[in-house]
């Protein structure tokens, strides 16, 4: 007799963070740092993957990173990720990065978006397998729906990758 596949719902493992952001965290121009909004998207997702696995999950990529809007000095920003799909030891996280407009309405504007994908591991960080994700809503099937699609390319990238490297051979210097 087989093993049941263990399953979990995209709201059991949702997660969300909020940053004020100071100067600390900023360019000169009152800007928040490219790479600091990419380390507040990767601990929140991280956040969603650990509690979909509930086991440590390792970054294993972060793509489709979009810069839509500055955020500024100052500025309450909000993210929240969930886990679009879950394949056998990774799992699709998006997530979405807003400025929430404390001062005045309460509105929120989009500033980021991302897609990441984390691996599961046991202690000795060997893979281990991951429940799937069940989606219940219209949104989260399509989410669950287009993981699967940027899963493929992402895979076709992977490989057109590795045969660009065997190619060039030790030619290929950065």
Do not use: C
């Not at 007799?1 to 965290?25: H, K, L, N």
Request: aromatic share 6%.
């Amino acid at each position: 007799m087989s093993e049941a596949v263990p399953t979990r719902t995209v709201s059991e493992s949702q997660s969300e963070r909020s940053e004020i952001i100071f100067p600390g965290d900023a360019n000169p121009i009152g800007n928040l740092f490219g790479g600091r909004l990419m380390q507040f998207i990767d601990l929140v997702g991280a956040t969603a993957a650990f509690r979909h696995a509930r086991a440590i999950t390792v970054t294993a990529s972060m793509d489709h990173l979009d810069f839509v809007a500055p955020v500024r000095v100052g500025d309450m920003l909000i993210l929240k990720a969930s886990v679009n799909r879950a394949f056998r030891t990774s799992m699709e996280v998006g997530v979405r990065a807003m400025v929430e407009n404390v001062l005045h309405d309460g509105g929120l504007r989009h500033v980021s978006s991302a897609y990441l994908t984390y691996v599961a591991m046991d202690s000795r960080g060997e893979r281990i397998m991951v429940p799937q994700v069940v989606p219940e809503t219209d949104h989260q099937r399509r989410r669950f729906e287009d993981a699967g699609r940027r899963r493929e390319m992402r895979a076709a990238e992977t490989l057109r990758n590795r045969e660009l490297r065997t190619s060039l051979g030790s030619s290929w210097n950065i």
